[in-house]
């Protein structure tokens, strides 16, 4: 799923393409993408994009007469800039945005529709999406500390709240926790304030080192190659690679989609964290250290 540096090199992208343009037309490729049915599609056409932002994960794009189009990318949507009239992809292809100087589509290459295109009128029904999470560019020390601990949740889970930080996922939260040295399954009512403070710098480091890698990346183009799983990234879709810190194998916890990367020597002290479908497995046999691990691989 597209997160914070990647939505902002495509806000940033965007901006460049279509802020002042008009929308001329609006090509509905799928039907399940839409999820508003008043006003329809075919009324915003003719209209200037008037300015674009981010709300959370959502791109919102402000069009003449207090219009919004909202859009949520999920985990596999994706925008491409095209000339002006390409065609809508077949098979992946969700809705052709129409401007004099190129097409912009939205695709989505998953069986599992979730992409999401909501058109509403008036701030009061754009509010309606905002989850309420703390920007990071944002954030004070102060500001963050509150916010985490209002709630008792796992290191992981927290990160990933929207209700508590705006556009962090899964992939920014294992490299986020590896940088802050912590496990993602410490409570967040049990951190200090130094691991506070900790963490509040590799959320903030973390986010910016990468927007920045991604804008040197892009340059003046269009993201061409949005993914959540990035050679460079210490830990995040490593599992069984050494970590760039200390050379230990990435671990893993797997809970149903979704898969959580760390350090044990690192982050947990050299204790391995109960994978769900693997230790109900092993029962007894699951190893608990990273050196009993290291034993039973010879």
Request: glycine share 8%.
């Amino acid at each position: 799923m597209p997160e914070l540096p990647d939505l902002t090199i495509y806000l940033e992208a965007l901006e460049r393409r279509v802020r002042g343009r008009v929308l001329r037309r609006v090509r509905l490729a799928s039907p399940f993408v839409l999820r508003t049915v008043e006003p329809s599609l075919q009324s915003v056409e003719g209209r200037t994009v008037l300015a674009l932002r981010r709300m959370g994960k959502r791109l919102i794009f402000e069009l003449e007469g207090s219009s919004f189009l909202v859009i949520h990318l999920m985990i596999a949507g994706r925008f491409q800039w095209k000339a002006a009239g390409a065609r809508v992809p077949g098979r992946v292809g969700l809705v052709g945005f129409d401007f004099d100087e190129g097409t912009l589509l939205l695709t989505e290459a998953s069986s599992k529709k979730r992409a999401s295109l909501h058109l509403v009128e008036g701030a009061s029904a754009l509010a309606g999406f905002e989850r309420g999470g703390l920007e990071l560019s944002e954030s004070s020390l102060q500001s963050f500390s509150e916010r985490l601990r209002a709630e008792n949740h796992t290191l992981k889970r927290a990160l990933t709240d929207p209700r508590i930080l705006s556009g962090i996922g899964n992939a920014y939260s294992d490299e986020i926790l590896h940088r802050a040295q912590l496990s993602p399954v410490t409570l967040t009512q049990r951190l200090n304030d130094e691991e506070l403070a900790r963490l509040h710098d590799a959320a903030i480091s973390t986010v910016a080192e990468w927007t920045s890698r991604l804008r040197e990346e892009v340059a003046d183009g269009f993201p061409e190659k949005v993914t959540a799983f990035r050679p460079e990234m210490a830990v995040h879709g490593k599992y069984g690679a050494p970590c760039p810190v200390c050379g230990t194998r990435v671990q893993r916890i797997v809970h149903g989609d979704n898969e959580t990367n760390y350090c044990p020597r690192c982050q947990t002290a050299g204790k391995l964290l109960a994978d769900r479908s693997l230790s109900r497995l092993l029962k007894k046999d699951w190893p608990k250290t990273i050196e009993e691990l290291e034993r039973r691989r010879g």
